[in-house]
Nanobody, 121 residues
Framework: VQLQASGGGLVQAGGSLRLSCAAS????MAWFRQVSGKEREFVAG????????YHGQSVRGRFTISRGSAGNTVALQMNRLKPEDTAVYSC???????????????????WGPGTQVTVSS
């Protein structure tokens, strides 16, 4: 399984960014983020079908995860960004037999390369 992430970059506080992750198939997927020296944090996840979405408490109401019509891409729309959103964001996919979202990094077998998101104050 290959995951290709795009998006990210530098934005001022209050701005928006959109991350996209393309997979080689359809999977339950999630976005995690990590700040140096800290554990990875669950940001948002979407199930295989695309009808169940979960957002971490710190991003709820500002970030939205969605699945593309082809089913193999997942986007993370990030609005009203804050400096504390600065992190390396990574998309992850579960093995194809697992269709639900997990909040644990241990349940994701496939990871894309991280993309840096920097929010300036």
């Amino acid at each position: 399984v290959q995951l290709q992430a795009s998006g990210g970059g530098l934005v001022q506080a209050g701005g928006s960014l959109r991350l996209s992750c393309a997979a080689s198939g359809r999977y339950a997927m999630a976005w995690f983020r990590q700040v140096s020296g800290k554990e990875r944090e669950f940001v948002a996840g979407i199930n295989w079908k695309g009808d169940n979405k979960y957002h971490g408490q710190s991003v709820r109401g500002r970030f939205t995860i969605s699945r593309g019509s082809a089913g193999n891409t997942v986007a993370l729309q990030m609005n009203r960004l804050k400096p504390e959103d600065t992190a390396v964001y990574s998309c992850a996919a579960r093995r194809e037999e697992y269709h639900t979202v997990s909040f644990s990094t241990n349940d994701y077998d496939y990871w894309g390369p991280g993309t840096q998101v920097t929010v300036s104050s």
